[in-house]
């Protein structure tokens, strides 16, 4: 094993030392078993066992990179427009990780790889952004939260990528009451982004609403519009 094959001898009361040398390989440390070197002296085999520490380790890391579709001009994402995400899985530790899982729910990514001591695998792939990704989006402080798991064993890491969607509110008022004292009231709904989520407003023609905020929204005020419809109830917009 470690490439000695002599021939000495020993005087009486005397000893004689060989020396050599083994190189620890991969394998070794993959095996986990402790080294054992057995030499043959004469009609005896003493040996020796140089225990094996294995140290799993890897880091993950994920990215998100945006591309805009043509008509975007502000710098956050919108509907439509391409996310491409970067998962890379480091192995940091000594042992060559054999079947290391990584997972990503959202992009249906489910893989194993194999990855060696000091190596890194690299999985890549693109979303284009849905209506539902920027609903979820902006009840999650405007970003859309993108994670990855790398499991191996009883040993997982994860990293999240965001992207920060373009909030767009608007007022749709569907109608007005007249009040016998001359007051108008305004009835209306918040559309957030086009999605279902919906708020019933009240308020006076006019008036600021100062204590409503949704997604970090405060202070809308009606503006009163040229034309009426068809039944004779006045259409509003609210800018913000």
Same mark, same amino acid.
């Given at each position: 094993?470690?490439?000695? /094959?002599?021939?000495?001898?020993?005087?009486?009361g !005397?000893?004689v030392?060989?020396?050599?040398?083994?190189?620890?390989?991969?394998?070794?440390?993959?095996n986990?078993t402790?080294?054992? #070197?057995?030499?043959?002296?004469?009609?005896?085999?003493?040996?020796?066992?140089?225990?094996?520490?294995?140290?799993?380790g890897?880091? *993950?890391d @994920?990215?998100?990179?945006?591309?805009?579709?043509?008509?975007?001009?502000s710098?956050?994402?919108?509907?439509?427009?391409v996310? *491409?995400?970067?998962?890379?899985?480091t192995n *940091?530790? #000594?042992?060559?990780l054999?079947?290391i899982?990584?997972?990503?729910?959202? %992009?249906?990514?489910?893989?194993?790889?194999?990855?060696?001591?000091?190596?890194?695998?690299?999985i890549? @792939?693109q979303?284009t952004?849905?209506s539902?990704?920027?609903?979820?989006?902006? @009840?999650?402080?405007?970003v859309? %939260? #993108?994670?990855?798991?790398?499991?191996y064993?009883?040993?997982?890491?994860?990293?999240?990528?965001?992207? &920060?969607?373009?909030?767009q509110?608007?007022?749709?008022?569907?109608?007005?009451? &007249?009040?016998?004292d001359?007051?108008?009231?305004?009835?209306?709904?918040l559309?957030?982004? /086009?999605?279902?989520?919906?708020?019933?407003?009240?308020?006076?023609?006019?008036?600021?609403?100062?204590?409503?905020?949704?997604n970090?929204?405060?202070?809308?005020?009606?503006?009163?519009?040229?034309?009426?419809?068809?039944?004779? !109830? %006045?259409?509003?917009v609210? *800018?913000?």
């Amino acid at each position: 094993m470690i490439g000695v /094959d002599k021939t000495v001898d020993v005087e009486v009361g !005397k000893s004689v030392t060989v020396t050599g040398t083994y190189t620890v390989t991969q394998a070794d440390i993959d095996n986990g078993t402790a080294i054992k #070197n057995v030499a043959t002296v004469g009609d005896k085999n003493p040996e020796v066992e140089v225990p094996v520490e294995q140290k799993p380790g890897f880091e *993950t890391d @994920k990215t998100a990179t945006l591309t805009k579709k043509e008509g975007n001009t502000s710098n956050k994402a919108e509907v439509g427009d391409v996310i *491409t995400y970067t998962i890379t899985v480091t192995n *940091t530790g #000594n042992i060559t990780l054999e079947n290391i899982v990584i997972t990503d729910e959202m %992009l249906s990514i489910n893989e194993t790889k194999t990855i060696q001591v000091g190596s890194a695998e690299t999985i890549t @792939k693109q979303h284009t952004i849905t209506s539902q990704d920027i609903e979820k989006a902006a @009840k999650n402080n405007g970003v859309i %939260l #993108n994670v990855a798991t790398a499991t191996y064993g009883t040993i997982t890491d994860s990293d999240d990528a965001t992207t &920060e969607i373009r909030m767009q509110y608007s007022y749709t008022v569907e109608y007005y009451y &007249e009040h016998t004292d001359g007051t108008i009231s305004f009835e209306g709904k918040l559309f957030v982004n /086009d999605s279902s989520k919906t708020e019933e407003i009240r308020a006076e023609y006019g008036e600021k609403i100062v204590d409503y905020t949704d997604n970090n929204i405060t202070g809308y005020e009606f503006m009163k519009a040229i034309t009426t419809d068809s039944d004779g !109830k %006045l259409p509003l917009v609210v *800018t913000e």
